[in-house]
């Protein structure tokens, strides 16, 4: 059983991309109508935004970003609360 267990290993290779967009994986295999963040504020209201929002949301933070001289491969610092009502002021 070792045996094989070792010669599994030693066969084993991950399939690896060269480039993958963790955000576009995630968005785009979803339904856009499905919740995709549920917030829960401090008097029980809450809100939501779906698949389908959450790519808009990341579309209007990078217009935002290049509109204040940041480009492609420029490192950011985020810090901000855990939060979808900070987040989304962005």
Not at 20 to 48: C, P
Not at 59 to 79: C, E, M, P
Request: hydrophobic share 40%; net charge negative.
């Amino acid at each position: 059983m070792k045996d094989q267990y070792e010669a599994l290993c030693r066969q084993f290779r991950w399939d690896i991309l060269s480039k993958f967009n963790i955000g576009s994986g995630v968005f785009n295999s979803k339904d856009d109508t499905v919740v995709a963040i549920l917030t829960v504020h401090e008097d029980f209201s809450f809100t939501r935004y779906t698949f389908g929002e959450l790519p808009i949301k990341s579309a209007q933070l990078a217009n935002g970003l290049q509109a204040l001289g940041i480009s492609h491969g420029d490192r950011v610092g985020v810090f901000l609360a855990q939060s979808t009502t900070e987040q989304t002021r962005l």
